[in-house]
T-cell receptor
Framework: KAGVTQTPRYLIKTRGQQVTLSCSPI?????VSWYQQTPGQGLQFLFEYFSETQRNKGNFPGRFSGRQFSNSRSEMNVSTLELGDSALYLCASSQGQDTDTQYFGPGTRLTVL | AQKITQTQPGMFVQEKEAVTLDCTYD???????LFWYKQPSSGEMIFLIYQGSYDEQNATEGRYSLNFQKARKSANLVISASQLGDSAMYFCAMRGHSSNTGKLIFGQGTTLQVKP
């Protein structure tokens, strides 16, 4: 079974721009969670989608948004980029039950200049 | 509030020796899950092992075992017979409350370096 894939792997943007990151979960997985990883804040939960609905959301500003499609693929969007948005963005998929293990993708490394 | 604490920012171990990475947690939930992930320099988080709060036996997966001490709220990862490829960052994580779906709470991580 193919693992979680994320595209693109690397991105360089400038302040004020917006960016869209994509995540394709493991086949059969219906839940996708997104995390931001920075050296200062560590790994922080952004949001989780299940069956095209946002089920949970972390403490991030409204500039961070996401969606999920009927094939369970998910995208996250960051608008009006700030320097502090530079991070590794990881998505993880699971079958969607609370007890399920999350499997992560390789991440998208975003640099904001 | 739930919290994961990893007190070892960095550790060294000699190849072929065993190493224990510490993890303590705080939660008021009766039902919870604890995970360990490995993150090589490439960035991908690799799932290693899972322990449920009601599991009576410590979890094992190949060279990885989880030393679960519920009363002490600790969930230490033991890696036996370390290999050079084990050099990476290791994260302990907790599954949030059932109403907090899809969310893992992570510790700050421990960097492990395996010496030849």
């Amino acid at each position: 079974k193919a693992g979680v894939t994320q595209t693109p792997r690397y991105l360089i943007k400038t302040r004020g721009q917006q960016v869209t990151l994509s995540c394709s979960p493991i086949s059969g997985h219906r839940s996708v969670s997104w995390y931001q990883q920075t050296p200062g804040q560590g790994l922080q939960f952004l949001f989780e989608y299940f069956s095209e609905t946002q089920r949970n959301k972390g403490n991030f500003p409204g500039r961070f948004s996401g969606r999920q499609f009927s094939n369970s693929r998910s995208e996250m969007n960051v608008s009006t980029l700030e320097l502090g948005d530079s991070a590794l963005y990881l998505c993880a998929s699971s079958q969607g039950q609370d007890t399920d293990t999350q499997y992560f993708g390789p991440g998208t490394r975003l640099t904001v200049l | 509030a739930q919290k994961i604490t990893q007190t070892q920012p960095g550790m060294f171990v000699q190849e072929k020796e065993a190493v224990t990475l510490d993890c303590t947690y705080d939660t008021s939930d009766q039902s919870y899950g604890l995970f360990w992930y490995k993150q090589p320099s490439s960035g991908e988080m690799i799932f290693l092992i899972y322990q449920g709060s009601y599991d009576e036996q410590n979890a094992t997966e190949g060279r990885y075992s989880l030393n679960f001490q519920k009363a002490r709220k600790s969930a230490n990862l033991v890696i036996s017979a370390s290999q050079l490829g084990d050099s990476a960052m290791y994260f302990c994580a907790m599954r949030g409350h059932s109403s907090n779906t899809g969310k893992l709470i992570f510790g700050q991580g421990t960097t492990l370096q395996v010496k030849p």
